[in-house]
């Protein structure tokens, strides 16, 4: 299926999130061969599902499109996606990696006019949208989406929709007889940028998530509030459609608690702060509650903290929720907590809760697992005695996207290390 | 608006050191997710996030004459929530073994009931829904034990209607000196500090 | 080059069916002599490639316009090598994906395209990439030798580089050198700083020249060609390198602000530093009398997070006390310490020592301070106790220590003043005014750039020199310049040596493109750069001051001085230079001036009226990109074109277009202001300033402001388009057409 041909002198970039398109171009832009793997039909990651970055509130977006012009104008930067790497073998500047290659079931002749959409039927959940919408089997994962091209279903692959859709195309780009396959790669160092998902938060069972349709979570309200989203955009309540008046956020969804994740996933009090501006900015008279233990604006986000603080349609209120019950009759939630400032017990009501989930990060799935390090939680630990595999954004630590970027560039760095020692 | 306190930190000392998990306290965080999971803790004057706040203040008096720590029923739902693992229910039983200990009677009545449930336990064996109930009316006086057995009267009447309370006493359980024997062990193993749930 | 053009059309993705193909061969390239014309069904399929790939064999086509589908998608499939030049025109997005096929207005609005892109190649040279006389080094430079100086150093040697580390002390190490531990990831136990061995590893490597008790006189040149003149010890040295970090670190907050903890008034308030050199000197103890520490409280944000003094927060003072309140543990394990807090901000995994803390009986107290006093020999703070809802005292403290935050290295204690400019409304009477953060004349002493725009980094509102952008931490207005570690933001050490390495990658990428032409980030790889013909040059400044990046210096005449090698390539000067002699082989002013000619415009009678949209390449475009994908629909009547940067918007352009009877111009950008979100930093502010004087040239045309009009488009704006350009074709038609149409 390749006919990539690299040597130990190339770089290997696990993930195609921002970390991961970071550090392959750092790379290549200081004149080193850098192949990207990515699991999913689109570069981008989680930062392509965000509506906005705090504390600018700026699109996401717009840094990608620079990103991704980087990218299509530098020949030293290979990527595949739908691909992930399924062995590593070897050491510092001579690894063995086999990737492994999903159908897509278009090939490159796809011109992206959308001719199998039209004409395919058979819908999906939304997997870009955490399943609040659906998709058709044959689809543009996202209007960003880079590289822009079709995705086949799997589900379609072998059935008469399939075949329909690729009868529809006039280009010949739909070819369903593509099969998973594998190709080998020879490189001298890895830069590990797998990335986070967010945390199951039906696990914090008295949080109802899953249960209660207007309890939704951190990473759905971005999809929410974003143009390309489930409600183009608009913030509405998942049970009705109805627009929101009184939003809580909960947070310490799962984090900093023993029982679920231990750490502080760094980035969660922000994010909620952030998520009162889209609900402020669509609702001027809706209300927002954050509900807290400690929050946590480092540096200068405390200046965001700051400006949140002087909406007066926002509250924070420091108490971690212990109880979440919904009215059946109205879909609206009643938390309870106590209000840590005053003693008093809390009980209000609310027309949606978001909480804000933490992060984990992407385990390695492979067999045997490359020689690196690891934290209690799964986190990545940078060990200079075994040099060669490097951690880069939230495999290292729960973060940001400016510290996921500083440290992806960081890690391009420690791949050329590898690469000069040899 | 406030009152004013001094910090002393002997008291923090004295419960890391002698109360049941006592020490647990350290890790508290201040969330309040055990006050907000307590099903009592309307009832109560301190619920447990405050108990601890004031123990790290040195509030002596004010926490061993609470009535909160009384009144915890083991629902454990605070222990199972507490997000630092802080067996909570244990740390509440343990301040209000201290406080009895100590001479804190926080709440007359709850130890009042508890002292009588143990001496009919300790006698038959078993609980006599007629007799247990009638011991502690009746322990403020003869006047109080009327009113106390009127107020509840209905209740009483609803159990004999179920039979769910008999009109004859209870009879001692068998090997009932075996159980005694177990309850002094008990006793004495608690007095040791040996003893843990 | 001996230019030899061809045109192809593609006339799939419907392109085919909105148009008439013949139609647009013959008008789209009448007035360019273009002998090869052809089109193809699936002009990127490999059947359409191979005709142009034989074209460029056979006929030696050598500059090629696809007129297709946009520029953004098929950039590789339409890539013939680098010496073609291949110009893109969108006639599927903004054409046949946005507007109602077989139209008069849609088959125009395509020949107006394909037109605007023939005379943008007529125009067009392929770019060769600036080499300097002088040799190019690709040696780094770091200055400050504590913990991101030193690792910046190591680790940009052990990549292969040569380094120059200049420290102003007489050692290396920096607040490192003053720890007694550090706390770092698992953040489970305190761990040895390893300053000791890190000072020495860079003594010892032979690709690192270490220069202590020394300073940087001056930096002069530019990337890859940076002259630095070191003096140390009355000494002084030139050397040449490639690139610069900036690692001067921090100081911590003035105490002596803080009197109303005490501070300078009780022996026993110390602060973090002070505490932290007493631990490393050996034990802690009361400094009024050496004798053993008790009871000991810590005040968290000592002026931080507090507007009269630091507003912002330090990120690590919550960790610091933590690790001093282990010392006294260690020291003695009955000694009490109180955390006197606002919030805790232990993030990540760093909540696992929050954890420790508190197993070691360290007492958190959440609220404010109110107060610092002395009883006897012993202190004591007042403070709300937030969780207690009273106003307590803690006393019998031996100890108070002050968590003050960090002040970057590169704030001035006093703001500094320039002279005004003559109108200026902010001078003093003394014709001075006060430099704003954002000027090179506002940080300390530090690099001595030898730049018109100011020696030092321009900083951010609280004097970090870090960049304004969230996806790119290491941006920096000055090309081949990046600050690193505590300088640029708040950290800790283990952050500030991540800081550092990718800080030393940039610097090191910066010095390899350099060396080959190649611009750095955001426009990375572009080989095009600024050409000025100075015969006509008038000494306006215009450019010397507009350049986001510093790139001109200025003779005593006043004359521009490039430095091709600082030029980030946004043509920003271009737009500003009123002579217009400033141009890219790949884009100048005449360059799009043809293409505003090129557009045919309707006489007034066939009420057609015709408006130019420039937009920035980087969101606008893209946004109006999406809104085809979408299927949205909007005015045939406008003409899009794509430009680097609004910034490079020249004022003849406006001329350009009005006097050729085009009815109204509308400029879409970035976002500016605070959080402005142009990525050449004032392109957009400058276009609407620009704009704003336009009125003037307008006036001299007899014409009507209205008729041009800046709006910000955001890349996810997409849905925002069809309204914003109906909005302003219905203002135009209000205003009416353009009187000097037919001249």
């Known amino acids: 299926m390749s006919d990539i041909q690299t040597t130990n002198q190339a770089i290997l970039v696990i993930g195609g999130g921002i970390s991961g398109i970071t550090a392959a171009l750092e790379a290549a832009e200081a004149g080193y061969d850098v192949v990207l793997v990515e699991k999913n039909p689109y570069l981008g990651g989680r930062v392509a599902q965000l509506h906005q970055y705090f504390p600018k509130l700026c699109p996401p977006n717009c840094g990608l499109e620079i990103n991704f012009r980087r990218m299509r104008q530098n020949p030293r930067v290979r990527f595949f996606t739908m691909a992930e790497v399924s062995s590593i073998s070897g050491q510092e500047g001579e690894y063995d990696i086999t990737v492994r290659l999903s159908p897509r079931y278009v090939n490159e002749k796809c011109t992206c006019c959308g001719k199998c959409a039209e004409v395919c039927e058979v819908e999906i959940d939304n997997p870009f949208n955490f399943g609040m919408d659906k998709t058709k089997t044959a689809y543009l994962p996202h209007e960003f989406a880079f590289p822009m091209r079709y995705v086949i279903d799997p589900s379609i692959a072998c059935t008469e929709e399939g075949k329909k859709c690729q009868d529809a195309c006039e280009y010949g780009a739909i070819d369903l007889d593509i099969k998973e396959t594998t190709f080998d790669l020879k490189v001298g160092s890895i830069v590990w940028a797998a990335g986070w998902e967010p945390y199951d938060a039906s696990q914090v069972e008295y949080y109802g998530f899953g249960e209660y349709k207007n309890v939704i979570t951190n990473v759905m309200m971005e999809r929410m509030a974003s143009q390309n989203g489930p409600t183009g955009g608009k913030i509405l309540r998942p049970s009705d459609g109805k627009e929101v008046k009184n939003v809580a956020f909960v947070q310490c969804a799962g984090s900093r608690d023993e029982n679920y994740l231990a750490y502080c996933s760094g980035i969660c009090c922000l994010a909620s702060m952030k998520h009162a501006t889209y609900l402020r900015e669509q609702y001027p008279d809706c209300d927002v509650t954050i509900f807290f233990i400690d929050i946590r604006a480092l540096d200068r986000l405390e200046d965001f903290y700051t400006k949140v603080q002087e909406d007066e349609k926002v509250t924070f209120i420091k108490s971690k929720i212990a109880n979440i019950t919904e009215d059946e009759e109205t879909g609206d939630l009643l938390l309870e907590g106590e209000n840590t400032r005053t003693g008093e017990q809390i009980r209000m009501s609310f027309d949606m809760v978001v909480l804000a989930t933490g992060m984990v990060p992407n385990k390695i799935n492979m067999d045997p697992l490359p020689d690196v390090l690891f934290d209690d939680y799964g986190f990545l630990i940078y060990d200079p005695e075994k040099a060669g595999i490097y951690g880069a954004g939230c495999v290292r630590r729960p973060t940001d996207v400016a510290s996921s970027v500083q440290d992806a560039t960081a890690a391009s760095l420690k791949a050329i290390q590898s690469i000069a020692r040899r | 608006m406030r009152k004013n306190g001094n910090y002393d930190p002997s008291f923090a000392r004295e419960v890391f050191e002698n109360v049941d998990f006592g020490d647990e306290i350290k890790m508290c965080m201040q969330c309040g997710v055990c006050a907000a999971s307590c099903p009592l803790s309307l009832q109560m004057d301190h619920p447990p996030r405050q108990i601890f706040t004031l123990i790290r203040a040195g509030k002596r008096e004010e926490v061993l004459s609470s009535q909160a720590i009384m009144l915890c029923t083991s629902c454990y739902t605070c222990k199972v929530r507490c997000p630092r693992k802080i067996p909570v229910v244990d740390v509440m039983h343990g301040l209000a073994n201290y406080a009895l200990k100590n001479g804190f009677v926080p709440r007359k009545d709850t130890a009042n009931f508890g002292g009588k449930f143990w001496d009919q336990v300790y006698r038959i064996g078993r609980i006599d829904e007629k007799d247990l109930p009638r011991r502690y009316f009746f322990a403020g006086g003869f006047v109080e034990g009327i009113k106390n057995t009127l107020s509840f009267s209905d209740i009483g009447i609803k159990m004999f209607l179920h039979k769910r309370m008999k009109l004859l006493p209870e009879r001692k359980i068998k090997g009932i000196i075996s159980l005694r024997k177990m309850l002094d062990k008990a006793e004495k193993m608690q007095e040791r500090g040996g003893a843990s749930v | ?743």
């Open chain 3, 1 to 743: 080059m001996d230019k030899k053009t061809a045109v192809y059309i593609c006339t799939g993705c419907g392109i085919g069916d909105a148009l008439d193909i013949e139609q647009l061969k013959e008008n789209g390239t009448e007035d360019f002599t273009i002998a090869h014309c052809k089109d193809h069904s699936f002009l990127c399929g490999p059947e359409g490639l191979d005709v142009i790939k034989k074209d460029t064999e056979d006929e030696g086509i050598n500059s090629i316009i696809i007129a297709a589908c946009s520029q953004r998608v098929n950039y590789d499939v339409f890539n013939f090598g680098p010496d073609k030049i291949v110009e893109r025109v969108n006639l599927r997005e903004q054409v046949a994906w946005s507007q109602p096929p077989k139209e008069e207005d849609t088959q125009m609005l395509a020949e107006d395209n394909l037109r605007m892109g023939c005379a943008k190649v007529d125009k067009m040279e392929l770019p060769e990439p600036f080499k300097a006389e002088e040799e190019y080094s690709k040696d780094i430079l770091v200055v400050g030798g504590g913990i991101s100086g030193m690792t910046a150093a190591l680790d940009t040697a052990k990549a292969g580089y040569q380094v120059l580390l200049v420290e102003k002390e007489d050692r290396l190490g920096g607040f490192l050198g003053k720890m007694k531990k550090t706390i770092k990831l698992p953040y489970k136990e305190l761990t040895e700083t390893g300053a000791e061995e890190m000072i020495k590893a860079v003594m010892e490597d032979p690709k690192i020249k270490v220069y202590t008790s020394s300073t940087v006189e001056k930096i002069s040149g530019g990337p890859g060609i940076f002259s630095v003149d070191i003096k140390s010890n009355g000494n002084s040295a030139t050397e040449k390198v490639g690139a610069v970090v900036q690692a001067t670190g921090w100081v911590p907050y003035d105490a002596n602000k803080l009197g109303h903890l005490g501070y300078g008034q009780f022996k026993n308030v110390v602060t973090n530093v002070e505490m932290e050199e007493m631990a490393a000197a050996g034990k802690i103890t009361r400094p009024s009398d050496g004798k053993d520490v008790k009871n000991a409280l810590f005040i968290q944000c000592a002026g931080s997070r507090e507007p009269e003094h630091l507003p912002y927060c330090s990120s690590v003072c919550c960790l610091v006390s933590l690790k001093q309140a282990t010392y006294l543990k260690e020291q003695d394990p009955e000694t009490v310490n109180y955390i006197l807090y606002k919030d805790i901000r232990t993030v990540g995994q760093a909540e696992d020592f929050y954890r420790k803390a508190q197993e070691d009986g360290n007492i958190f107290i959440r609220g404010s301070v109110l107060g610092v006093g002395e009883a006897g020999d012993k202190l004591y703070v007042e403070a709300e106790d937030e969780l207690l809802g009273e106003n307590i005292k803690v006393e019998d403290l031996d100890l108070v220590v002050l968590a003050v935050g960090m002040v970057p290295m590169t704030k001035p204690e006093t703001t500094p003043k320039i002279k005004a400019p003559a109108d200026s409304e902010d001078a003093d009477e003394d014709g001075m005014m006060e430099v704003q953060p954002d000027s090179g004349f506002f940080a300390t002493s530090a690099l001595n750039l030898e730049y018109r725009q100011g020696p030092e980094l321009p900083t951010l509102k609280y004097g970090f020199p870090d960049s304004h952008f969230i996806c790119f931490p290491y941006e920096t207005r000055r090309t081949g310049i990046y600050a690193a570690g505590c300088v640029r933001r708040p950290m800790e050490t283990a952050r500030a040596m991540d800081d550092a390495v990718g800080a030393a990658m940039k610097a090191i990428q910066c010095s390899e493109a350099t060396a080959i032409g190649m611009a750095v980030h955001p426009r990375a790889g572009d080989l095009s750069y600024p050409e000025i013909n100075m015969q006509r040059c008038t000494q306006c400044k215009r450019c010397t001051e507009e350049c986001p990046f510093g790139m001109f210096n200025e003779d005593e005449k006043a004359n521009p001085l490039p430095n091709p090698t600082r030029c980030r390539r946004c043509g920003v000067c271009m737009g500003a230079c009123p002579e217009r002699i400033i141009s890219f082989k790949n884009y100048s002013v005449g360059m799009i001036g043809n293409m505003l000619k090129a557009i045919n415009v309707p006489e007034e009678d066939e009420e057609k009226p015709r408006v130019v949209a420039l937009v920035c390449e980087n969101d606008a475009y893209p946004a109006l990109d999406m809104a085809g994908i979408k299927r949205m629909s909007w005015s045939p009547y406008i003409r899009i074109v794509p430009i680097r940067c609004l910034g490079s918007i020249n004022l003849v352009w406006v001329a350009d277009a009005m006097s050729r009877g085009i009815d109204g111009l509308i400029l879409m950008g970035c976002r500016h202001g605070d959080d402005y979100q142009c990525h050449f930093i004032k392109g957009s502010e400058l276009a609407d300033t620009r704009l704003s004087k336009v009125s003037e040239t307008l006036d001299r045309l007899a014409l009507e402001s209205d008729r041009v009009q800046f709006v910000e488009v955001g890349i996810t704006d997409y849905d925002k388009i069809p309204g914003i350009i109906d909005e302003f074709m219905k203002k135009i038609d209000e205003v009416g057409p353009n009187p000097y149409k037919g001249w």
